[in-house]
């Protein structure tokens, strides 16, 4: 089975500071999906970014940008010009090609000090 | 607005009580999805459907119910056999594509207390 870790259970950065949350997956497929989801103090899960294992470029959003190493299994997300609105729960989360399930790791608690 | 709804945002249940579960989305996605989440933890899939009049059980589906008998509605209802209901309910949709690639969206959740 495919698990996903999250190593930091909570980091904290300066406004205006970047900050790179790590995240480590298991698998033994080729075909999958990798994505980064924001869960801010309301708890609604929001799409910050997604990564298709076959693509070789990492995925960019603004200020959100991701670390993919396929070999290393590793998806680290780096969120640049920290903004007080970026704290939040972000959890990394994987998902099979053939599968409909995706599996989250346990989240890591992003504090923005002023 | 299109988007996925969720009522209510807080139910309260008393043990030995079914509750249902309100998931509503007007994106015109195929699929939908239930997760659970509790605290400290990331979520887990309950239940998903990929089209009408179909469902299939994900990881942690025991003591739960689903239907879908409309495409924009998932309703959950958690039974009195769900031995610790108490948690943070997500619905899910998604537009299923070709090779598998389709990503999920969010509704802003149920907070589920059993007293």
């Not at chain 1, 309301?42 to 970014?49: A, G, K, N, P």
Request: include cysteine; proline fraction near 4%.
């Amino acid at each position: 089975a495919q698990t996903v870790t999250q190593s930091q259970p909570e980091m904290s950065v300066q406004e205006a500071e970047t900050v790179t949350l790590s995240c480590t997956y298991d698998t033994s497929e080729s075909d999958y999906y990798l994505f980064w989801y924001k869960q801010p103090p309301s708890r609604q899960m929001i799409l910050v970014i997604r990564q298709e294992a076959y693509k070789q470029q990492n995925a960019t959003e603004n200020r959100f940008s991701v670390n993919f190493q396929k070999a290393a299994k590793s998806f680290s997300l780096k969120i640049s010009d920290s903004q007080l609105g970026d704290a939040a729960m972000y959890f990394c989360a994987y998902r099979s090609g053939g599968a409909q399930k995706l599996v989250f790791g346990q989240g890591t608690r992003l504090t923005i000090n002023p | 607005d299109g988007g996925i709804t969720q009522s209510p945002k807080y139910l309260f249940r008393k043990e030995g009580q079914n509750v249902t579960l309100s998931c509503e989305q007007n994106l015109n996605h195929d699929a939908m999805y239930w997760y659970r989440q509790d605290p400290g933890q990331g979520l887990r899939l309950i239940y998903y459907s990929q089209i009408v009049n179909d469902f299939q059980k994900g990881d942690i589906a025991e003591g739960y119910s689903v239907s879908r008998e409309k495409k924009e509605s998932f309703p959950l209802t958690v039974t009195s056999a769900q031995k610790n209901p108490t948690a943070f309910y997500l619905c899910a949709s998604s537009i299923l594509e070709a090779g598998g690639s389709d990503t999920q969206y969010f509704g802003p959740g149920t907070r589920l207390t059993v007293l």
